[in-house]
């Protein structure tokens, strides 16, 4: 039996859907309710979003196979992180204006958290959320599973090879990627990189390594200059 194109899409079809959305459209909403809280209560907002993105994660588990292993993919993983890292900052120091979507929270946990031991475990919290979550749920969405999905809006997005994408897909990604962020001329330029880092490898955890390591580095940057804004 030949289906035909035009076919609604299965339930499988659809449950992949959620397992590629959920993750990010709860972040998402967590992070508009910390905007909308007193700077006082957003440790418990900030806490429970990675509490509840994790348990998501967990349990819409099937992207993760999304993540291969690649020995060769490191060292450019690595200098595409470094080099992303080394632009971040001064590159939005020179941009003339900034969206006003994807505002940060500017926390200070030194000023709201004057007590070392909860400003200590807030901040490996934060840095696990930093480095380590926010990382794994955004190559998900934005390079695994938007990327495919602009190239074949009609198809089948998850039959395409993981670094199959079309370049109107890699402009139309790296632009929304960019409106995600106030840094938006840097994150449009670390969207096209960690795309093509991901066409080259030819593996999704080249992208999640050189994020990792631009999030860890310029979690560290913030955490030196008290430069809250930029987290």
């Known amino acids: 039996m030949t289906v035909s194109q035009n076919a609604p899409p299965t339930q499988s079809h659809n449950a992949l859907l959620v397992s590629y959305l959920a993750p990010t459209g709860l972040f998402i909403l967590f992070t508009l309710l910390e905007s909308s809280l007193p700077k006082p209560d957003y440790p418990f907002v900030y806490t429970a979003k990675i509490a509840v993105v994790t348990a998501t994660l967990c349990i819409f588990r099937t992207p993760l196979k999304d993540y291969r292993w690649q020995p060769s993919a490191v060292l450019p993983a690595l200098v595409v992180g470094l ?9 939005d120091r020179a941009t003339p204006f900034h969206f006003p979507l994807g505002q940060r929270s500017a926390f200070d946990p030194y000023l709201f958290l004057p ?3 909860k400003r200590n475990l807030f901040l490996i919290l934060r840095f696990y959320g930093l480095v380590i979550m926010v990382p794994i749920m955004e190559e998900l969405f934005w390079r695994s599973f938007l990327l495919r999905l602009f190239t074949a809006p009609d198809k089948d997005f998850v039959q395409l090879p993981i670094e199959g994408f079309s370049n109107t897909a890699l402009l139309l990604g790296s632009g929304l990627f960019a409106l995600a962020h106030p840094e938006w001329l840097s994150a449009f330029l670390c969207g096209l990189l960690y795309a093509l880092l991901l066409r080259y490898t030819r593996t999704l955890t080249a992208p999640l390594i050189a994020h990792m390591l631009t999030n860890l580095l310029l979690g560290l940057y913030i955490l030196h200059t008290h430069n809250w804004s930029y987290w």
């Open 83 to 91: 080099t992303v890292y080394l632009f971040w900052v001064p590159l």
């Open 115 to 117: 007590d070392p031991l």
